[in-house]
């Protein structure tokens, strides 16, 4: 931030209470009764003074509360001058002119201010946190990227829904004819725009052998890297993806298991339906932290993925992507950066006890995150 204080006219006698977008460094004496909030970008103020909640950035800080919040019996003629510019619609706006205009009432002004601060620039760099500026090459790549893959998913998906009688007839829990489609799919959205490199193509069990993927999530473009490994394993859903009309409908013809977040017996009839598939011989894929990483880190295990491999007697194959989050990052789903993805297969691990299958495999996932890092 480019301010490390902020503060509105008060009363004669009291000061304004104001919450640091990062620490106080330094403050002049009068500045009493700071609240300061090390995580947060946002101004709060005592509500016994003209605003009450505002936002800091780039030296301004905006006020979206009414000014009507000063306590009855106060008006204007009480404030004293702060050396503050505050504007509404580029106007300049004096504090001392309405001196004796005591009828008139605040509710009038605009409820939205724009405050600029005397000590804008008053920050330390540490305290600021610019965001990454997105380039022009990367939006175009991001639009291309959905061309890509819309125009390729609108061909492919006439041959999913006539071999669909087939599949189901002769593999219906597998389903590889599907995941062989997926795969092409997966290929040629992702070759012209970034490349993947692949160590550990010798632990992957058979196709016939059913397992449990386990592998860190960093980006949207973790599901296309998986699926170009061409294995028939079955994700886990959101239930409101299946909606979306031809990705959805590849999903459902594929098998993915569908899950409502925040929902016990959603979570209890997916794990009993990756029991099942399992037994049938198929195997399925879980992301155990559940969400997509925000920096990248690797997040805790839930061990819902263990439980199902511990009690069915399946092997636990780990896998680590590295370079998605990158390339995509999480909440930028529209642009696409220059990158390479690396992805690490790891040994199939063995067990009969959750706990232990679930550290083992965060174990190795981190420990090449942390080599690749």
Known sequence: MSANLTHVFCSRDS???????RS???????YRNLICSSQSSLIRISKDKVCCFGRISNGMASFSTSLHAVPSGKNLSETRRTGF??????????PYRFHDKKSHRLSELARTVTVRSDLSGAATPEASYPEPEIKLSSRLRG????????????????????GHPFVLLFDRYRRKFHHFIAKIWASISIYPFYK???????????????????????????????????KSFKFISKTGI???PIIGWAMSMMGVVPLKRMDPRSQMDCLKRCMELLKKGASVFFFPEGTRSKDGQLG????????????????????????TGKIMPTGSEGILNHGEVRVIIHKPIHGSKADVLCKEARSKIAESMDLLS
């Open 15 to 21: 000061a304004m209470d104001v919450a640091s977008a």
């Open 24 to 30: 106080i460094s330094s403050h002049p004496p009068y």
């Open 85 to 94: 510019q505050l504007c509404n619609r580029s106007l300049s706006w004096d």
């Open 143 to 162: 639009v291309g990227f959905c061309v890509v893959a819309g125009v390729s998913a609108i061909v492919l998906i006439v041959l999913m829904l006539v």
């Open 196 to 230: 993947i490199t692949i160590e550990g193509l010798e632990n992957l069990p058979s196709s016939d052998t059913a397992a449990v993927y386990v592998s860190n999530h960093q980006s949207f473009l973790d599901i296309y890297t998986l699926l170009s490994l061409g």
């Open 242 to 244: 299946f909606v979306i």
């Open 300 to 323: 805790p295990f839930k061990k819902g993925a263990f439980s199902v491999a511990a009690k069915t007697g399946v092997p636990v194959v780990p896998i680590t992507l590295m370079g």
